[in-house]
């Protein structure tokens, strides 16, 4: 089982539109998550972190469910520059892995006019 | 100034052959990483270094063989390149190690033929 699974989509959304992302992460003791976004042929560029009590960044809202395991990104009055891939970053505990990142393999978003 | 950089940006070569690729930052971090992203967009972790110190070496042939001559450099050399070592290689760094907060170089596209 993998560290972290992402839907791959393709998702395909109108501009405008709300979209949400989930991730589910397999190992409980994982520390810290976060979203990063990477453009086609680009690298990765962290987009937010994700804390226990959900955040916001503009039209971006990330949530976290230890319970569940689930974190989720979601997209308000999506842009054509939203159009990426996003993908979901677990951190293991220090002491066990010092730290290591792990990435899931993302979902794809295309956003059209 | 690009923050990450690394060079070469492209990469093609026979196999069998031995390549370096090398990784500059300028951001005074403590903690350098390279990742591998293969065809199927998983980015995995390869080596980390902390203040030119080996701190995470994953599983990985030992015919890539990473050096940091000091903080702001990690190198890679790959010795007796394969087929499956066709990726992208991305070097990060980040200001301390046990932090997801990971800055790219553009990464380094290398195929072997």
């Known amino acids: 089982r993998k560290e972290v699974e992402q839907d791959p989509g393709p998702f395909n959304v109108p501009e405008g539109a709300t979209v949400a992302f989930n991730c589910t992460y397999s190992n409980s003791a994982s520390q810290s998550f976060f979203w990063y976004r990477q453009d086609c042929r680009k690298e990765p560029k962290l987009l937010m972190s994700v804390y226990s009590s959900g955040n916001e960044d503009g039209r971006f809202t990330a949530q976290l469910n230890r319970a569940s395991q689930y974190i989720s990104l979601l997209i308000r009055d999506s842009k054509l520059s939203d159009s990426a891939t996003y993908l979901c970053?677990?951190?293991?505990?220090?002491?066990?892995?010092?730290?290591?990142?792990?990435f899931g393999r993302g979902t794809q978003l295309t956003v059209w006019p | 100034d690009t923050a990450v950089s690394q060079t070469p940006k492209y990469l093609v070569t026979q196999m069998g052959n031995d390549k370096s690729i090398k990784c500059e930052q300028n951001l005074g971090h403590d903690t350098m990483y390279w990742y591998k992203q293969d065809s199927k967009k998983f980015l995995k972790i390869m080596f980390s270094y902390n203040n030119k110190e080996l701190i995470i070496n994953e599983t990985v042939p030992n015919r890539f063989s990473p050096k940091s001559p000091d903080k702001a450099h990690l190198n890679l050399h790959i010795n007796s390149l394969e087929l499956g070592d066709s990726a992208v290689y991305f070097c990060a760094s980040s200001p301390r190690r046990n932090t997801g907060e990971l800055f790219f170089g553009e990464g380094s596209r290398l195929t072997v033929l």
């Open positions: 970053v677990v951190n293991l505990p220090r002491g066990s892995t010092l730290g290591r990142l792990y």
